[in-house]
Nanobody, 123 residues
Framework: QVQLVESGGGLVQAGGSLRLSCAAS????????MGWFRQAPGKEREFVAV????????YYADSVKGRFTISRDNAKNTVYLQMNSLKPENPAVYYC????????????????WGQGTQVTVSS
C-alpha cells in the first residue's frame, strides 16, 4: 500500500519561503510520477507541480513557474516542493499525490494522496 506523508506547511509572510516534503513508502517509485496540488476552501483542487521519477522531467503551473521548484531525494523516497516568493492568497491545503506512468496535471487521475499540509501566506 502506498503511503504519502506531507510536512512543512505553516504560516509565512508574503515574499517568504516554505519547503514542503512528501515522504513516500510502500512501493518502488521508479515508475511513478509525484504531483503537488493545492485546494483552497470552496475551490477545486488545482495542479501546482509534477515530477516524473523515471524521466526526471518536471512541470509547473504557470502561476508558480519561476518561484516553486520540485525536487527529490532518492535515498529518502521523498519529494520536495520549495516555494519562494510566496504571494498572499487564500489559505490552501497542499497535497502530494502519486500515479503510475506519465505525468499528468489532472488531480482526477492520481491514485494515491497524502493527508495534506496547510499553507497560509499573510500580507
Amino acid at each position: 500500500q502506498v503511503q504519502l506523508v506531507e510536512s512543512g506547511g505553516g504560516l509565512v509572510q508574503a515574499g517568504g519561503s516554505l519547503r514542503l516534503s512528501c515522504a513516500a513508502s510502500g512501493r518502488t517509485f521508479s515508475s511513478y510520477c509525484m504531483g503537488w496540488f493545492r485546494q483552497a476552501p470552496g475551490k477545486e483542487r488545482e495542479f501546482v507541480a509534477v515530477h516524473s521519477w523515471s524521466s526526471g522531467s518536471t512541470y509547473y503551473a504557470d502561476s508558480v513557474k519561476g518561484r516553486f521548484t520540485i525536487s527529490r531525494d532518492n535515498a529518502k523516497n521523498t519529494v520536495y516542493l520549495q516555494m519562494n516568493s510566496l504571494k498572499p492568497e487564500n489559505p490552501a491545503v497542499y497535497y502530494c499525490a502519486a500515479k503510475l506512468g506519465d505525468v499528468n496535471v489532472s488531480y482526477k487521475v492520481y491514485h494515491y494522496w497524502g493527508q495534506g499540509t496547510q499553507v497560509t501566506v499573510s500580507s
